[in-house]
């Protein structure tokens, strides 16, 4: 019974290619987010929404665009690849005034 | 600029003996602070946190220790099982700020 899942798990694509990741959550929580891991393992914030708003927009290429139609899914979708966005995503959620953030498995996407 | 830092990046430890995990802060803003467990290909697991109003929570063999003036914490383990094996990441969030931000984690080996 997974809390927060992603897919896929491994995303293998050429540069200039458009992808995008899902992930859902069924712990009931409102906040969703998304992290990059880099190559350093350097777990960073990218996005974050709330009830289906945006509240953290860090500074990230507008190649990225996370949507949400719902509070239990946030999906990112990203365009024209670059080998630069090779990393692992990882998809967390909490419930907002609590700073516990809950993380999926991660998608491993490598671009070529 | 990395305001949460783990300065080692791995650590071993005989099975049974105390395992000391340490995390430096320079944000003066932070508020608040967690431990996450993290195996490979897995996400990372919330394992322990603690409020800057506390200087200690224990949680069974874990305990995490803050030295607000030293912008200091410690993760304890005691005693060690082969089972807490993995890279231990630290991270800090200041109240309203709905983001954690990460260190760069500590690859804890225990040894049988």
């Not at chain 1, 960073?44 to 708003?53: L, P, T």
């Amino acid at each position: 019974d997974t809390a927060v899942s992603q897919t896929p798990k491994y995303l293998v694509t050429q540069m200039g290619n458009d992808k995008s990741i899902k992930c859902e959550q069924n712990l009931g929580h409102d906040t969703m987010y998304w992290y990059k891991q880099d190559s350093k393992k350097f777990l960073k914030i990218m996005f974050s929404y709330n009830n289906k708003e945006l509240i953290i927009n860090e500074t990230v290429p507008n190649r990225f665009s996370p949507k949400s139609p719902d509070k239990a899914h946030l999906n990112l979708h990203i365009n024209s690849l670059e080998l630069g966005d090779s990393a692992v995503y990882f998809c967390a959620s909490s419930t907002r005034g609590f700073y516990e953030q809950y993380f999926g498995p991660g998608t491993r996407l490598t671009v070529t | 600029d990395q305001q949460v830092k783990q300065n080692s990046p791995s650590l071993s430890v005989q099975e049974g003996r105390i395992s000391i995990l340490n995390c430096d802060y320079t944000n003066s803003m932070f508020d608040y602070f967690l431990w996450y467990k993290k195996y490979p290909a897995e996400g990372p697991t919330f394992l322990i946190s603690i409020s800057s109003i506390k200087d200690k929570n224990e949680d069974g063999r874990f305990t995490v220790f803050l030295n607000k003036s030293a912008k200091h914490l410690s993760l304890h383990i005691v005693p060690s099982q082969p089972g807490d094996s993995a890279v231990y990441f630290c991270a800090a969030s200041d109240f309203g700020n709905e983001k954690l931000t990460f260190g760069t984690g500590t690859r804890l080996t225990i040894i049988p």
